[in-house]
């Protein structure tokens, strides 16, 4: 596993030739209680992540930590994208690389975005 966001980008271009899939975890600035991190699901989000990155030896992107978040948009401290904003990230992400590092996509971008809204 490489944490990309930690890793120098020599070190990123070498771990690609060698194994070119990336782990990209979405969280969330939103409530979670009176006792709890505004940015619980980015933790945890992040920490699963890492988790599969490191069992499947996969390039760890940092965790993109803004969602849609609109049921909780009236607590102080929410912060939230529109959908079509969360879609633009993951689809501006996976395109740019997959050009740039000549990446073979596993599935269709198109299918992943559409199932990703539930």
Same mark, same amino acid.
């Given at each position: 596993?490489?944490?990309? /966001?930690?890793?120098? *980008? #020599?070190? !990123?271009?070498?771990?690609?030739?060698?194994?070119? !899939?990336? !782990?990209?975890?979405?969280? /969330?600035?939103?409530?979670?209680?009176?006792?709890?991190?505004?940015?619980?699901?980015?933790?945890?989000?992040?920490?699963?992540?890492?988790?599969?990155?490191?069992?499947?030896?996969?390039?760890?992107?940092? #965790? !993109? #930590?803004?969602?849609?978040?609109?049921?909780?948009?009236?607590? #102080?401290?929410?912060?939230?994208?529109?959908?079509?904003?969360?879609?633009?990230?993951?689809?501006?992400? *996976?395109? @740019?690389?997959?050009?740039?590092?000549?990446?073979?996509?596993? @599935?269709?971008?198109?299918? /992943?975005?559409?199932?990703?809204?539930?």
């Amino acid at each position: 596993m490489l944490d990309a /966001a930690t890793a120098a *980008w #020599p070190e !990123v271009q070498e771990f690609l030739a060698r194994r070119p !899939v990336a !782990v990209l975890a979405f969280g /969330a600035q939103e409530e979670h209680g009176p006792h709890a991190p505004l940015q619980t699901d980015t933790l945890l989000a992040g920490a699963l992540a890492r988790r599969i990155a490191t069992e499947m030896d996969l390039l760890l992107l940092p #965790p !993109v #930590p803004y969602g849609e978040t609109w049921s909780t948009s009236g607590y #102080p401290g929410t912060l939230s994208l529109s959908f079509a904003t969360v879609q633009a990230i993951l689809a501006g992400v *996976w395109m @740019f690389e997959d050009h740039r590092q000549g990446w073979e996509p596993s @599935f269709s971008i198109a299918e /992943a975005l559409a199932s990703f809204r539930t």
